[in-house]
Antibody, heavy 125, light 107 residues
Framework: QVQLVQSGAEVKKPGASMKVSCKAS????????LHWVRQAPGQGLEWMGW????????NYAQNFQGRVTMTRDTSISTAYMELSRLKSDDTAVYYC??????????????????WGQGTLVTVSS | DTQMTQSPSSLSASVGDRVTITCRAS??????LAWYQQKPGKVPKLLIY???TLQSGVPSRFSGGGSGTDFTLTISSLQPEDVATYYC?????????FGHGTKVEIK
């Protein structure tokens, strides 16, 4: 079965960087985009961007441009999300999520069908 | 960017009630719309994609509809285990914006 296992919780100081990993199993890692979504305490879901594990191509949300870097290591089926210049309002649970592919004839859809368990990152001085 | 507006932001209904949540896109997104359920303290779970296709394993009391800009998620008979926050998300290109969520509680 598809499984995404993320790295553990982190505490960071303002101005520092964080890097979360997401190890995929149960499917071919390079077949599906990997998305990153975050959720601040008591708040909704915020899409951060995606990486194509096959090519390494990335697409970042405007809110994170210049601060986020998504990478992958296909040899170990692992994706990474690095966020720099952390602020207190970056305190959140960070999720990776697979963009599954569902096609009916030529009509294809890619919702986020499997999610990692989440990684809590706390930014505090 | 396309904005996704959900309503209501919260609702309280009785067990067995029919519940409908609405999601409106500021621009047409065809049927590239998913619904997720997030129970308290848990990871989001995909319920519906392509606006109306039930994800495998999701109870049939959940259904989705709509196309273009207006979408609905309906729970035909609310159950205690349906207490959660529900999010819509567009996925026809970036950014893949989520709605702000609808919190569903039992009266």
């Amino acid at each position: 079965q598809v499984q995404l296992v993320q790295s553990g919780a982190e505490v960071k100081k303002p101005g520092a960087s964080m890097k979360v990993s997401c190890k995929a199993s149960g499917y071919t890692f390079t077949d599906c985009h990997l998305h990153w979504v975050r959720q601040a305490p008591g708040q909704g879901l915020e899409w951060m961007g995606w990486i194509n594990p096959n090519t390494g191509y990335t697409n970042y949300a405007q809110n994170f441009q210049g601060r986020v870097t998504m990478t992958r290591d296909t040899s170990i089926s692992t994706a990474y999300m690095e966020l720099s210049r952390l602020k207190s309002d970056d305190t959140a649970v960070y999720y990776c999520a697979r963009g599954g592919i569902y096609c009916n004839g030529g009509d294809c859809h890619s919702p986020s069908d499997s999610w990692g368990q989440g990684t809590l990152v706390t930014v505090s001085s | 960017d396309t904005q996704m507006t959900q309503s209501p932001s919260s609702l309280s209904a009785s067990v067995g009630d029919r519940v409908t949540i609405t999601c409106r896109a500021s621009q047409g997104i065809s049927n590239y719309l998913a619904w997720y359920q997030q129970k308290p303290g848990k990871v989001p779970k995909l319920l519906i994609y392509a606006a109306s296709t039930l994800q495998s394993g999701v109870p049939s009391r959940f259904s989705g509809g709509g196309s273009g800009t207006d979408f609905t998620l309906t729970i035909s008979s609310l159950q205690p285990e349906d207490v959660a926050t529900y999010y819509c998300q567009k996925y026809n290109g970036a950014p893949r914006t989520f709605g702000h969520g609808t919190k569903v509680e039992i009266k």
